[in-house]
């Protein structure tokens, strides 16, 4: 039985505890809403949080402590040879036991201690996961019946009800921000251990991107150059080439769709261009490298062009598909949040629609269409397999769209595929792009907020 079912039925166990204890306290003042210190549904919601926090607790805590109980024991159970491996081989060794118990590949022969040792945690792992279904199920339909118990008349239901929601939300909203200083840090620590290996400067002023390292102290190239120029002027071409399709017409459809379509049409274009937003970026990815790709170069060789098989071009052009309907659907919405009032202004002045669509219209929409833009570019400059497809894996350092070029994002999948050991310069570089791709988007995202607040007030 699968987790989701579990919680499903949590769900449905909290769903019956809120009309139980809805039922409940209608009974105790025979059916007189007056006489209760709160309204029905607030005391059935009482019981539904009795019921379901404390088992989605337990669930949660769990999973997490579970699989480290389940290790250990495991572990416990290898032979000493096993146990005494260095750190390195014995993480790839439960690794390999862990891909033995889900029938992976592993890296090495299984021999009866493996295999025993997967049987064993796939045992375990049953026996604690039918625990858990137990001990959840329980904690739920016990606090069912303790909340119901508790409610009478005189039970002020709605404060405990929404100081629960508030701890709920503080909570919520402190995981959000531990998360986000969680990640920063993660990057910097990372990235500090790698400018320990790497120069500062040479990182972000080299203009060659070769990241080989030696596994061998003897191994030809035991040195790597680890100069990102190439790969953000690689990012800045494709997103530019990008922003260039996406924005001029997103910006005119969102345009059209709010001030000059009619509601049937309006109804009909809105959703078949939002379809866009769904298609799978894998799919782009195919449409690039199969339609668009070539079709540049054979249009490129034929007025006497140089077209690489794989260009920023073909990935920019498709992208910039991709993300018409981040600009069109946002800047859409934030037209049609501008009062009418200021059109009916404008015609009475004599204003034509056009010119009210420029000097009333979009002015007033700015914030919000500089938002759009810069979820736009931030879409663009975090794709990563239409430039895999379309544009390659070749760090050139150019600002001709028609050769093949490749971004930070790639690099960073490129660098952490496979089995890494994170004491290289090679794997740490990941960390390091991010950091800077980080730091980029943020000072994008303050210069923008300026922009926005400045126009905000001349228009104000």
């Known amino acids: 039985m699968t987790l989701t079912f579990l919680i499903l039925v949590l769900i449905g166990l909290s769903a019956l505890g809120f009309y139980i204890g809805r039922g409940r306290a209608l009974n105790t003042v025979s059916g007189r809403v007056g ?8 005391y059935g919601f009482y019981v539904a949080l009795w019921c379901g926090i404390p088992s989605l607790l337990i669930v949660a805590a769990w999973l997490i402590l579970q699989p480290q109980l389940v290790e250990a024991l495991v572990i416990a159970d290898l032979p000493s040879a096993y146990r005494n491996l260095p750190a390195s081989e014995f993480g790839l060794l439960l690794n390999d036991i862990r891909n033995l118990a889900s029938g992976n590949v592993v890296s090495r022969e299984a021999d009866e201690a ?58 919520s ?19 500090v251990r790698f400018f320990a290996k790497v120069p500062l400067n040479e990182f972000l002023f080299g203009i060659q991107w070769s990241p080989q390292t030696a596994i061998r102290s003897d191994q030809v190239g035991a040195s790597g150059s680890f ?30 769709l709010s001030e000059y379509a009619v509601p049937r049409v309006r109804a009909v274009v809105k959703p078949l261009l939002e379809i866009l937003a769904g298609v799978p970026t894998v799919v782009y990815g195919f449409f690039a490298a199969i339609t668009v790709a070539p079709f540049i170069r054979g249009t ?3 007025l006497g062009l140089d077209v690489a098989s794989e260009s920023a071009l073909a990935a920019g052009l498709v992208m910039g598909l991709m993300i018409i309907p981040f600009v069109s659907s946002l800047s859409d919405d934030v037209i049609s949040a501008v009062p009418q009032s200021l059109r009916e202004g404008s015609y009475g002045l004599g204003a034509t629609q056009s010119e009210t669509i420029k000097r009333v219209i979009l002015p007033a929409a700015l914030p919000g269409i500089i938002a759009a833009v810069l979820l736009a570019v931030s879409r663009a ?13 070749a760090a050139n350092l150019t600002a001709n769209p028609l050769e093949a070029v490749t971004t930070v994002t790639v690099q960073i999948v490129t660098l952490l595929v496979g089995d890494q050991e994170f004491d290289s310069a090679k794997t740490l570089a990941a960390f390091a792009l991010g950091l800077v791709l980080f730091l980029i988007t943020l000072s994008l995202n303050v210069v923008a907020l300026r922009v926005v607040r400045r126009y905000r007030e001349i228009y104000e």
């Open 227 to 256: 100069g990102a120029i190439p790969l953000f002027t690689g990012t800045l071409l494709i997103t530019l080439i990008a922003m260039l399709v996406a924005v001029p017409i997103g910006l005119m459809s969102a345009i059209y």
């Open 114 to 171: 493996l295999l025993a040792a997967a049987a064993r945690l796939n045992r375990a792992h049953a026996i604690g996961s039918g625990a858990m279904w137990v001990v959840a199920i329980a904690a739920g339909i016990a606090g069912l019946t303790l909340a119901r118990r508790w409610i009478a008349p005189q039970l002020r239901a709605r404060n405990s009800v929404e100081r629960t929601l508030l701890i709920i939300l503080v909570i």
């Open 381 to 393: 400059i975090g794709e990563t397999m239409i430039v895999v497809m379309a544009a390659g894996l």
């Open 35 to 42: 006489d209760l210190h709160s309204l029905p549904s607030h």
């Open 300 to 302: 490129g060789e034929s």
């Open 173 to 191: 909203s402190t995981i959000a921000i531990l998360t986000t200083v969680g990640i920063v840090l993660s990057l910097a620590f990372e990235s």
